[in-house]
């Protein structure tokens, strides 16, 4: 598998972003789990939302929760995390993984992901 974000910026306090994660190797239609994460410098990484292939099924990290939505496009193999109300403490990088399965991550484990991308770079000036 194969994992391609996009979509990272710099942005202003309270901004927008709706990131992209591009999958190859493998279709929606087959069970996956998508999951986002991101990693400051000097910090561990941190799970922030993970999506299902199998039935489309959501899980959010508290530190995100109600500012994050994240969706997939089965036609397009792309799993999106739009960011809303952006906060300075936001900016880092942010990666997509996925793993093969039909149920959520335990406490977003990055662990249990098999497959990373490269990471897109999102600002959020102050």
């Known amino acids: 598998a194969h994992l391609v974000e996009s979509g990272g910026a710099l942005v202003q306090t309270g901004g927008s972003l709706r990131l992209s994660c591009l999958v190859s190797?493998?279709?929606?239609?087959?069970?996956?789990?998508i999951g986002w994460f991101r990693q400051a410098p000097g910090k561990e990484r941190e799970g922030i939302s993970e999506?299902?292939?199998?039935?489309?099924?959501?899980n959010y990290a508290d530190s995100v929760k109600g500012r994050c939505t994240i969706s997939s496009d089965h036609t397009k193999n792309t799993v999106f995390l739009e960011m809303n109300n952006l906060k300075h403490e936001d900016t880092t990088v942010y990666y997509c993984?996925?793993?093969?399965?039909?149920?959520?991550?335990?406490?977003?484990?990055?662990?249990?992901?098999?497959?990373w991308g490269q990471g897109t770079q999102v600002t959020v000036s102050s």
């Open positions: 993984a996925a793993t093969f399965g039909t149920k959520m991550v335990d406490k977003l484990n990055e662990l249990e992901f098999d497959y």
């Open positions: 999506i299902t292939t199998y039935d489309g099924s959501t």
């Open positions: 190797g493998f279709t929606f239609d087959e069970n996956w789990v």
